[in-house]
């Protein structure tokens, strides 16, 4: 239980396009949730927390008019990369908070490789 | 916030013997640890996880310890195995009413030679 799916693994755009990586929770009704940035033997740097029906939380440094975040049911939370560059390349990953009565704290999709041309 | 170290950055061991990964955290609010394993290409999978009312927890290889006190917590895995080369996060947060948000550490990549 408690599986998140994220769409799609991998896409490739072109510079100036946008691109929406969607994450669904299947068994499971995700309040929350957070978007993940991970570069290449690094860590994840938390961009995000998205709850239901209202305005994401952005970290400092992440700008909200590029990377929107959409949380507009239980279920659904996705993360569009507006005009995109060649720098926003990365593996996205998004996650869930799982409810409060839950074995663990958060279950992750298994991530986005977007590669800007 | 809560700040996050992790070592060592790599290690490389024979199978068959332990590893050991050892992190460090700032918060002394935060009261949930857990280990992340990852694939390349792939999303994190938890391993093992401890709160802070507890200070050791095993599972089959995979064991994890918690010092409140000192503000550090480590991951043990004994009888490598190949299988076990990746990348391996910890992270901390602060849990209650909900789980807020987690704080990764740097990674350490870890080989499992034959």
């Known amino acids: 239980g408690a599986v998140v799916s994220q769409h799609p693994s991998w896409v490739i755009c072109k510079s100036g396009t946008s691109v929406k990586i969607e994450c669904r929770s299947l068994?499971?009704?995700?309040?929350?949730m957070f978007w993940y940035r991970q570069f290449p033997k690094q860590s994840l740097m938390l961009m995000a927390t998205s709850n239901e029906g209202s305005k994401a939380t952005y970290e400092q440094g992440v700008e909200k008019d590029k990377f929107l975040i959409n949380h507009a049911s239980l279920t659904l939370s996705t993360l569009t990369v507006t005009s995109a560059h060649p720098e926003d390349s990365s593996f996205y990953i998004c996650?869930?908070?799982?409810?409060?009565?839950?074995?663990?704290?958060?279950?992750f999709g298994s991530g986005t490789r977007l590669t800007v041309v | 916030g809560e700040n996050v170290e992790q070592h060592p950055s790599t290690l490389s061991v024979q199978e068959g013997d332990s590893a050991v990964i050892k992190c460090t955290y700032s918060d002394s609010a935060s009261n949930y640890f857990p280990w992340y394993k990852q694939e390349l290409g792939k999303g994190p999978q938890l391993i093992i996880d401890?709160?802070?009312?507890?200070g050791e927890k095993k599972d089959q290889r995979i064991a994890v310890t918690l010092n409140k006190t000192a503000k550090h917590f480590s991951l043990h895995i004994t009888e490598t195995q190949p299988e076990d080369s990746a990348v391996y996060f910890c992270?901390?947060?602060?849990?209650?009413?909900?789980?807020?948000?987690?704080?990764f550490g740097q990674g350490t990549i870890l080989t499992v030679h034959p």
């Open positions: 996650s869930a908070q799982l409810p409060r009565d839950s074995r663990y704290g958060y279950t």
């Open positions: 992270a901390a947060s602060i849990g209650g009413t909900s789980y807020g948000k987690l704080t």
């Open positions: 068994d499971f009704q995700a309040t929350t």
């Open positions: 401890i709160r802070s009312n507890v």
